[in-house]
C-alpha cells in the first residue's frame, strides 16, 4: 500500500464524512451523571457491583494513560464488505476502507508483534457463565470500542491501536471518526449481547494460516467483527467461520478462544490450513490439537495453562472478582518479563456486564454494560 500524506483539508472532508455515522460528539459518562470514575471504595478493594457503568460516547475518551473508549452506533459497512467477498490481507481490508469510507485516501496501515494472551470459561456461582481474558503485550494504546449496529447484536470489543499505523502522518492527527472506523475493524476480543465471547490468541510458530478455496476471503480482526456482529453462541460461530477462508493478520499464526453463555467453549485452530475445534475451558498460547504441532508455543504458555487449569479444579465455579484473581495469578508480573498484562476483561455472559483492568492494576475497575435485547 502507497504511504500518502494527508492534507488537514482532507482530514476535515473525511470526518465530516464519518461524523453523521457517528452521532453527537460528548464526554464520557458514568451511569450516575457524574461524568467521572467511581473511586474505589473502604480498604481499597473496589467491588464490582459497587462501580459505576461507563457510558461511551463517539469521542474518544481517555480514561488513563493508555487506555481510552468510544461508541460506535449506525452502519459500518461489515455486510457490504463480506458480500463484495471480504478481503485476503490487512492492506486489502485498509483498501476496502479507503475506497468506501476514506474517499480514496490509503492513510492506515496493519503493523504487529508477537503477543500473549489467557483466557478461561467457567460457570458463575449465579448459575450463568463468565469469560476471563488477559492480553499480553509491550506498553500500548488500547481502545476499547462499544458497537451498537442497526440490524446485528450490540458488542464491547478492545482494540490495540499499536497494531494500526498512520502512514506519512502522526496518528494523533487523524480525527476521532476515522480511529474508530478502522478500530471497528480491527478488534481482538470482545463480548456480544448474546453472551457470545472472542478472543484472538497467538501461537509462536512459523507457519501462518492461508485457507485458499473458492469462499470469500477474511481476516484473523475481521472474523472476530463478524463473529461478534452475528454469532449468538459458539455453534452459529463455528459455522460462520467455516464459510470463508481465512488469512492470519499480520501473518500470525493463531488459535480462536470462544465461549457463549450455554457454557460451550472451544478453541479453533488452524493446522495446515485446516480448522479443527478443541472442546476447552482454558486456552493459552501453544497448539491444543493433538497430532504433529501438538504443545508447539511458548514455554511460559504451558505454565499459564497447568495455573489457569489447577484453578479450575479448585473451583467449580467461580464469581467475577474469582476470574479476575486467576487472571491475575497468570499476569505478566509474576513472570518478570518485560511485557505486561495490558488489558484484563472479565466478561459476565449472562447479564452483559463487563469489567477491565488495566497494566495489572486490579484494584481499579472500569465497567461496562452491553445493552441486551
Keep these: 500500500m502507497k504511504k500518502q500524506k494527508i492534507s488537514l483539508m482532507i482530514l476535515l472532508f473525511v470526518a465530516s464524512i464519518l461524523a453523521a455515522g457517528c452521532g453527537k460528539t460528548e464526554s464520557v459518562q458514568t451511569e450516575n451523571g457524574s461524568g467521572t470514575l467511581q473511586s474505589n471504595k473502604g480498604n481499597g478493594e473496589e467491588r464490582m457491583e459497587d462501580t459505576d457503568i461507563i457510558n461511551p460516547t463517539s469521542e474518544i475518551v481517555s480514561l488513563e494513560d493508555g487506555f481510552s473508549v468510544v461508541k460506535y452506533s449506525g452502519d459500518y459497512r461489515l455486510d457490504e464488505f463480506l458480500k463484495q467477498g471480504g478481503e485476503a490481507s490487512d492492506a486489502d481490508v485498509m483498501g476496502f476502507l479507503a475506497k468506501n469510507l476514506f474517499s480514496g485516501e490509503s492513510v492506515l496501515e496493519f503493523f504487529g ?3 500473549g494472551c489467557s483466557t478461561l470459561s ?34 464491547i470489543s478492545t482494540v490495540n491501536m499499536d497494531f494500526i499505523q498512520a502512514a506519512g502522518t502522526d496518528m494523533e492527527r487523524l480525527p476521532d471518526e476515522m480511529k474508530t472506523m478502522v478500530a471497528l475493524y480491527a478488534p481482538l476480543d470482545g463480548m456480544n449481547e448474546k453472551g457470545l465471547c472472542v478472543s484472538v490468541n497467538m501461537i509462536e510458530d512459523t507457519d501462518t494460516i492461508n485457507q485458499n478455496t473458492d469462499k470469500k476471503d477474511i481476516t484473523t480482526t475481521t472474523a472476530v467483527r463478524l463473529l461478534l456482529d452475528q454469532a449468538a453462541d459458539v455453534d452459529e460461530a463455528l459455522a460462520l467461520l467455516k464459510q470463508y477462508d481465512l488469512h492470519a493478520s499480520m501473518g500470525m499464526m493463531v488459535h480462536f478462544a470462544l465461549a457463549d453463555a450455554k ?11 485446516e480448522m479443527v475445534v478443541i472442546d476447552t475451558s482454558v486456552v493459552t498460547n501453544f497448539y491444543l490439537e493433538e497430532g504433529e504441532k501438538h504443545g508447539i508455543g511458548t514455554e511460559q504458555s504451558h505454565t499459564r495453562y497447568e495455573i489457569l487449569t489447577e484453578k479450575l479444579k479448585e473451583k467449580q465455579t467461580m464469581d467475577m472478582q474469582d476470574v479476575r484473581d486467576a487472571l491475575d495469578s497468570v499476569s505478566k508480573d509474576n513472570f518478570g518479563e518485560f511485557e505486561s498484562t495490558e488489558w484484563s476483561i472479565v466478561f459476565h455472559q449472562g447479564s452483559g456486564k463487563v469489567v477491565y483492568y488495566h497494566r495489572e492494576n486490579y484494584e481499579k475497575a472500569y465497567t461496562f454494560q452491553i445493552p441486551l435485547q
Design 113 to 115: 508483534d508477537i503477543f
Design 122 to 155: 467457567i460457570k458463575s456461582t449465579d448459575g450463568s457463565y463468565i469469560f476471563g481474558r488477559n492480553f499480553d503485550w509491550n506498553s500500548c494504546q488500547t481502545l476499547v470500542v462499544s458497537t451498537e449496529p442497526e440490524e446485528e447484536y450490540a458488542s
Design 263 to 273: 457454557g460451550n467453549a472451544v478453541a479453533v485452530e488452524y493446522v495446515d490450513n
